[in-house]
Nanobody, 117 residues
Framework: QVQIVESGGGLVTFGGSLRLSCAAS?????????MAWYRQPPGKQRELVAR???????FYIDSVKGRFTISKENAKNLVYLQMNSLKPDDAAVYFC??????????WGRGTQVNVSS
């Protein structure tokens, strides 16, 4: 059974940094999956923030390019999101996503990020 657990959220001041971590367990073929971070601000829809693919390629939405970095440790089934120069608009619940071919997406419960101005 696949389980996804996020950690690392919290309150940070404008311009500060946080590192989110996501641990995936129950994944038997790590080379075939991609992992991503999504976020959902209050009252808004969930949106993709960044994804790291099985070959190591990455994708970022424009609003976080140059500020956020997604990385992974395949051997440990861990993925990170380093967030720098945080802004109030970055405040949201951040969710970790795991995607494998032929399976539904797996999601964690989320971790809250708050940014004070």
């Amino acid at each position: 059974q696949v389980q996804i657990v996020e950690s690392g959220g919290g309150l940070v001041t404008f311009g500060g940094s946080l590192r989110l971590s996501c641990a995936a367990s129950g994944v038997t073929i790590p080379s075939l999956y991609s992992m991503a971070w999504y976020r959902q601000p209050p009252g808004k829809q969930r949106e993709l923030v960044a994804r790291v693919y099985s070959d190591g390629n990455t994708f970022y939405i424009d609003s976080v390019k140059g500020r956020f970095t997604i990385s992974k440790e395949n051997a440990k089934n861990l993925v990170y999101l380093q967030m720098n120069s945080l802004k109030p608009d970055d405040a949201a619940v951040y969710f970790c996503n795991l995607r494998m071919p032929g399976h539904p997406d797996y999601w964690g419960r989320g971790t809250q990020v708050n940014v004070s101005s």
